[in-house]
């Protein structure tokens, strides 16, 4: 079960003040999802980024994106997906 968009996104502005979030629909119209910045990702306890395009480090990342942070998405029922290498939507699954 997935929890709401809405929901979701306050999870995520309490846990990250500064990540950038909007809507998808405020992006290219696309309906339900969450658009996030990979450019100005935020850092996690450990100091390092959410997201990383590039990262080849297999043992934090999937898909360059922080393993605990798609376990998060996982447990409310959504996930990342990348648009290009500063851009990520998340979608519910």
């Not at 910045?37 to 935020?42: A, K, N, R």
């Amino acid at each position: 079960m997935s929890i709401t968009r809405e929901k979701l996104i306050a999870k995520l502005e309490r846990a990250y003040p500064k990540m950038f979030l909007r809507t998808t629909e405020e992006f290219d119209g696309s309906e339900g999802g969450i658009w996030t910045s990979g450019e100005e990702s935020p850092t996690d306890r450990t100091g390092r980024e959410l997201f990383d395009y590039y990262s080849e480090d297999h043992s934090n990342y999937d898909l360059g994106v922080r393993i605990h942070f798609v376990n998060f998405l996982e447990r409310q029922g959504w996930f990342a997906e990348w648009h290009d290498a500063g851009t990520i939507m998340l979608w519910v699954n």
